[in-house]
Each structure stands twice: as C-alpha cells, then as structure tokens.
C-alpha cells in the first residue's frame, strides 16, 4: 500500500466516527426519549419524592401495597401525566409541558403495578375508597382526629410525635385526596400507619377518613405566592 493510501486510510479511520448517528450507535447511547426501561425511568423521575423502591418520602409510597389497592392505573397514570396542580406534583407528558412520552408514562404505570403491588394481602379488610364518595362533615371530623390522630399529631394537629399536621403552609401545598390517601395508605416510611393502625383493632371507616380530611380541608388557608414563600422561608429576603 502506497504512503497516499496509508493517509487516505488513517483519515477515514479517524473520521468515520463523525458520521451522523455513528458514534451513537457504537457507544449505545439512546435518545432520553427512547428510554423504556422501568427501573431507569423511575429512578430518573420518581424516586427523589416516592423513595428509590417505592416506599415513600417526601410523599407516597407508590410502591405501598395499600396504595396500590385504592389507586386503579387510570389514577396513576393521570397524576403522572397532568401533575396535581397547586401542589408539589408535577407533570410529567409532554402534552402538559413534562419530558416524558405516553409511551414512557405507560411503562412506568405497569413498572409500578407489576413490581409492587399484592392484589389479596388485606384478605377481607377493605381499605376506604380512593376518592371521597360525598362531601365530609367537618365537625364530626375533628372528632375522628380526636379520637384516630391526636396522639401523634397533638390535640389540635400541630404537632407531637408525628409533626404538625395543620400547619398551613403544609396545608397550602397538598391537595384533599393527597391528605385523603395519605390517611388511607399512612407513611410507613415516616413511621406513619395506615388506616388500620391508629387505634388497634378499630380500623378508620370510609366516613371517618372523609370527616377527617373535611376537617384538616377546613383548617387551610390559602395564601398569596408571597405569603406563601414567607411561610416556607421565614427570614428570607426579597430577590
């Protein structure tokens, strides 16, 4: 081989890599959008709140066999599309201004069903419906927190064992049906219990978890975006 064809060689050799899609292609590098592995896309866009495995946070676990049961797919999968707005969750489709595609949504729905959920581990103990079937009863309600929650949350929810539950910028950046299926489902992370567990043997019933949360509904106040971000960082200043 001639000196010219030696050149010409190395050129192409140290060139061929620029070739659009090439380098990609060897390096195994896939476009974000192409990503279908569950494990991936739930640590990459849920864990940080709902916990590495699903077992919660900074929110609900939703890997907790108890929320699994009271949240059907079509839930899951709206609230990781469209968010929950006003609250903490964002959304995730790119129709609703996210990164992730309905084909990516839909993995991370049946990743989450198939990996954690236990269909038959409450036998005939039936948790409260996801959603409140008619408006609750505030009164009653603070009873039921009386009688289910104060003696973690304090006589008047703010604070003893398990926090202030009535604070209100708490209040102001959680929606009812997350107060409703954190009552339901509890934060077992957090040492918190489900609606079986806060008082022995007297598990809360459908009308005791909407009262409750009509009542802690009731104890909201909603603030102005600069109220608000008073609350949350107190002694702050302005930018």
């Not at 060139?15 to 476009?31: D, L, Y």
């Not at 009308?207 to 009509?214: P, R, Y």
Request: aromatic share 6%; glycine share 12%.
């Amino acid at each position: 081989m001639t000196y010219r064809a030696l050149t010409l060689a190395a050129v192409l050799a140290t060139t061929s890599c620029s070739v659009p899609g090439r380098k990609a292609a060897e390096t195994g590098v896939i476009r974000p959008s192409d990503v279908l592995d569950f494990h991936l896309l739930y640590a990459q866009n849920c864990s940080g709140c709902h916990g590495a495995n699903g077992q919660g946070g900074l929110t609900v676990g939703l890997g907790d066999p108890v929320y699994l049961a009271i949240a059907d797919d079509a839930t899951i999968r709206r609230i990781t599309a469209e968010g929950v707005p006003g609250t903490t969750m964002p959304a995730f489709s790119r129709k609703a201004g996210g990164f992730l595609t309905d084909a990516q949504i839909e993995v991370l729905v049946r990743g989450i069903r198939s990996d954690w959920s236990r269909p038959g581990a409450f036998k005939d103990q039936k948790p409260p419906a996801y959603t409140a079937p008619h408006p609750g009863d505030p009164e009653r309600g603070r009873r039921v927190f009386t009688t289910f929650c104060s003696s973690c949350h304090g006589a008047d929810g703010h604070g003893g064992r398990g926090g202030s539950i009535t604070d209100k910028s708490y209040l102001a950046l959680v929606s009812d049906q997350h107060l409703r299926t954190v009552t339901i489902a509890g934060m077992p992370a957090l040492g918190a219990p489900d609606w079986r567990g806060d008082v022995p043997g007297q598990p809360l019933t459908d009308a005791d978890v909407t009262d409750v949360v009509a009542w802690l509904a009731a104890q909201r106040v909603l603030l102005a975006p600069q109220a608000l971000s008073s609350a949350l960082h107190p002694g702050g200043g302005s930018e």
